[in-house]
C-alpha cells in the first residue's frame, strides 16, 4: 500500500508544514482550506519556508522549484480529494470542528482515501466513526518546525486496519520523519504527554504570580540546558492551541486554575491577537525573540 497523492486539510500552524515536508518528498500535494484568503496566507508561508530549508537542510532551489511544483490548492472538498490516497486533517483542535469536517469529508473522499489525524491531544476513536470509514483512519501526529524537529507519532485505534497503520508508518519515513509508532491509543501521545504537563506547570506559576515568563523560562533552560523555556515554546506551538486545550480541560474538570488560565490567555494573548510565533508577539516579540539572545542567561 503506497501513497502518491496527498490532501492536507487546513493550513495553519502545522497544516502548511506538513504539506510543504511531504511536496519536498517528491508527492503530489493538495492543500485544502475554507477559503481562498486563507489559502493565500498560506502560499505566502511557503516561501519563508523554502528559505529554512535552505538554511537548516541545505536545500537546493531545485529541489525548491520541485517542492512548489508539486504544490496545489483549492477550498472546493470535493476537489481536494477526488484522487487523494492519504488525507492528512489539520484543522483546529476543537472537537465540534473535527467530527463535522470527517462528516463532510466522508461523503466526498473515494474508497482508497485513507484518513489521518494530526490532532495533538484528541484520539482517533474520537473521530472514527464520523469518518465512515474507520479501519482506515488514526493519527500522525507532528511536532512544530517538522523539517527540523522531523518526528511523526502514529496512533490507531482498535478499529483500524493493522495493514493501513504499516503503510502510515511507511509514508512518514518516505516524508523523512522518524516514525514512532504507538502501540495503544494515549491522550497527548508521547510527546505531549511529556510537554503538556510542563507548559501546564509554567502557566499556573505564571497565573497564580509566582513569577514572569522570563524568569520562568530561564529557570528550565539554565537547569537543564533546553534551547528554549516553555514560554518559548508554547509560542512556538501557538497559544491559541494552548488555549482550546486548556478550554476543554478547565470545561471538563472545572478546575479553579484552568478557568482563571483560560480567562488569562483569552483577555491577555486571543483578544489581542497576541498568537505567537503566527503573529510576530506572544509571550516573546518575534523574530527576535529575548531567549535567543546572548545575554538572556546571564
Do not use: C
Not at 486563507?38 to 529554512?52: C, D, H, I, R, Y
Not at 477526488?82 to 484543522?91: G, M
Not at 506551538?237 to 483560560?262: H, M, R
Amino acid at each position: 500500500m503506497t501513497y502518491k497523492n496527498v490532501t492536507i486539510a487546513g493550513s495553519g500552524v502545522l497544516g502548511y508544514q506538513i504539506a510543504f515536508q511531504t511536496a519536498f518528498h517528491g508527492f503530489n500535494v493538495t492543500v485544502y482550506d475554507i477559503n481562498d484568503a486563507v489559502l493565500g496566507k498560506a502560499k505566502a508561508k511557503f516561501s519563508s519556508l523554502g528559505e529554512a530549508f535552505k538554511r537548516d537542510l541545505n536545500a537546493t532551489q531545485q529541489q525548491l522549484d520541485k517542492t512548489f511544483q508539486n504544490l496545489s490548492y483549492t477550498s472546493n472538498l470535493l476537489e481536494a480529494v477526488k484522487d487523494a490516497d492519504l488525507l492528512i486533517e489539520a484543522v483546529p483542535e476543537n472537537p465540534e470542528i473535527k467530527i463535522d469536517f470527517y462528516t463532510k469529508l466522508a461523503k466526498v473522499a473515494p474508497d482508497k482515501t485513507v484518513f489521518v489525524t494530526n490532532s495533538s491531544t484528541l484520539l482517533p476513536s474520537h473521530f472514527a466513526e464520523a469518518t465512515g470509514r474507520p479501519s482506515k483512519f488514526l493519527a500522525l501526529h507532528f511536532a512544530n518546525s517538522i523539517w527540523i524537529h522531523n518526528t511523526a507519532e502514529i496512533m490507531g485505534h482498535n478499529g483500524t486496519d493493522p495493514k493501513v497503520f504499516d503503510a502510515v508508518v511507511d509514508f512518514a519515513k518516505a516524508i523523512g520523519m522518524l516514525a514512532l509508532p504507538l502501540h495503544k491509543e494515549q491522550p497527548g501521545y508521547i510527546l505531549n504527554s511529556l510537554l503538556v504537563p510542563l507548559l501546564s506547570a509554567a502557566t499556573s506559576l505564571l497565573v497564580n504570580e509566582v513569577a514572569k515568563p522570563e524568569t520562568i523560562d530561564k529557570t528550565w533552560m539554565k537547569a537543564t540546558g533546553a534551547p528554549v523555556g516553555p514560554f518559548g515554546i508554547l509560542d512556538i506551538v501557538g497559544i491559541t492551541t494552548a488555549y482550546n486545550i486548556d478550554k476543554i480541560a478547565a470545561e471538563k474538570t472545572k478546575d479553579d486554575l484552568k478557568i482563571k488560565t483560560v480567562a488569562y490567555l483569552k483577555e491577555n494573548f486571543i483578544d489581542k491577537n497576541k498568537l505567537g510565533v503566527a503573529t510576530n508577539e506572544g509571550f516573546y516579540n518575534y523574530p527576535n525573540p529575548a531567549y535567543k539572545d546572548v545575554d538572556f542567561l546571564k
